[in-house]
């Protein structure tokens, strides 16, 4: 039966309230042993990626989180801490938690920076991201700020002409503001396919498009089993893609003072998945640039022509849209779904 702020449905879906859908994760992440602050933000970030259509990193995660916090190779309860290393550089060590709570108590400082000095880094180090990133960069374009994140996974994309997995599927998430308070944002993790994907596919027993992996011998495959069991995923427009995965793990690890990707080992810990790693995060204020007050409107041009030179969708437009209907209708969510989260 469909409790308070849910409304069953005949497909069997339920729509749920974005915040009856946030209060439940919280209560399975609390269950779990996360503290209640940390719970907060993780909730609504893994509730807002199944609002906005992004399967997956939406609720699909939720048994790898249990399954990792069972394993002890987290600190759900950890407490980040934040270090002051110049004007325009903020490190966090994380603690062994999770990079988004990490990221929540070094913004309001990292903005306040970013405003006085034009620019801030936000340098996060032993800390586990399993969400998508766009959450990380949004807030800060919803404010005015130009973002760019960057964090490394673990190890399952090979590199350009290599033998074995060596980068994460790393993901880069961009966003500025744009005219009439909106903004531009993008979300790509750097292998064809994010891992999330695969294995979503896997258990639909769907086949892969071409080109996004290897089996164990490196041949390609189309079987998203033969790429989880040893095989690899392939980074987008090959080298260069490779390279994009290189400098992330440069600047979410070399810099930050986190894991390579290929440094993740998680073999004591059973039923672990979040890689501990690093992110990094830099801001900037376009106030200081050559456009000063006029950024806005400039990217606002540019989304113009690429409108009238005939790109449909911006990159975004499809999770808002989502996003709007979910918050309208409910966040749709399978029976068989809800029925595991309630009963935790
Ligand atoms: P997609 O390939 O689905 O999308 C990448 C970006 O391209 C999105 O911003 C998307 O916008 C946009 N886009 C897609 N199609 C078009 C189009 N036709 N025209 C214009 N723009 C388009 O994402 P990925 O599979 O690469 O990544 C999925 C998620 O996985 C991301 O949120 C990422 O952060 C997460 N991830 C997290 C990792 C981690 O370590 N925590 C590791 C790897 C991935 P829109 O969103 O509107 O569709
Ligand atoms: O989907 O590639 C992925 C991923 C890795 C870590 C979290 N998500």
């Not at 404010?143 to 964090?151: T, W």
């Not at 392939?234 to 893609?241: I, N, Y």
């Amino acid at each position: 039966m469909a409790g308070v702020g849910e409304r069953g449905g005949d497909d069997g879906m339920t729509h749920m309230d974005f915040e009856a859908l946030v209060a439940l994760l919280e209560r399975v992440f609390v269950a779990h042993g996360v503290s209640r602050a940390n719970a907060a933000i993780l909730a609504r970030n893994c509730a807002g990626a199944e609002r906005d259509g992004a399967a997956s990193h939406g609720l699909f995660r939720m048994a790898g989180y249990v399954a990792t916090l069972r394993s002890g190779w987290v600190d759900g309860a950890a407490v980040p801490v934040v270090e002051d290393a110049g004007a325009s550089f903020l490190r966090v060590d994380a603690a062994n938690g999770f990079a988004q709570p990490a990221l929540a108590a070094a913004a309001p400082l990292a903005m306040e920076r970013a405003r006085e000095t034009g620019a801030c880094v936000i340098a996060i180090r032993r800390s586990h991201h399993f969400g998508a990133l766009w959450p990380d960069v949004e807030p800060f374009a919803e404010a005015g700020l130009v973002a760019l994140a960057m964090v490394d996974s673990m190890a399952v994309v090979v590199p350009e002409g290599a033998q074995r997995p060596v980068y994460g599927t790393n993901p880069l998430a961009f966003a500025a503001p744009r005219g009439d308070g909106k903004i531009v944002v993008f979300d790509q993790a750097v292998s064809v396919m994010a891992h999330g994907d695969v294995q979503i596919a896997a258990r639909e027993g769907r086949a892969l498009p071409p080109g996004v992996g290897v089996d164990a011998a490196g041949v390609a495959t189309t079987d998203p089993h033969a790429v989880l069991n040893g095989g690899a995923l392939l980074a987008f427009g090959g080298h260069k893609g490779a390279s994009i995965a290189m400098m992330i793990e440069i600047m979410a690890a070399a810099l930050t003072g986190g894991l390579f990707s290929h440094e993740v080992d998680w073999s004591a810990h059973p039923g672990a998945q979040t890689p501990c790693t690093g992110e990094c995060v830099i801001l900037i204020d376009p106030a200081r640039g050559g456009s000063g007050a006029g950024f806005a409107a400039r990217v606002e041009q540019l989304v113009e022509a690429l409108g009238e030179a005939g790109q449909a969708r911006m990159p975004g437009d499809r999770r808002f849209a989502a996003r709007e209907r979910a918050m309208r209708e409910g966040v749709p969510v399978s029976s068989e779904m809800l029925a595991g989260l309630e009963g935790n």
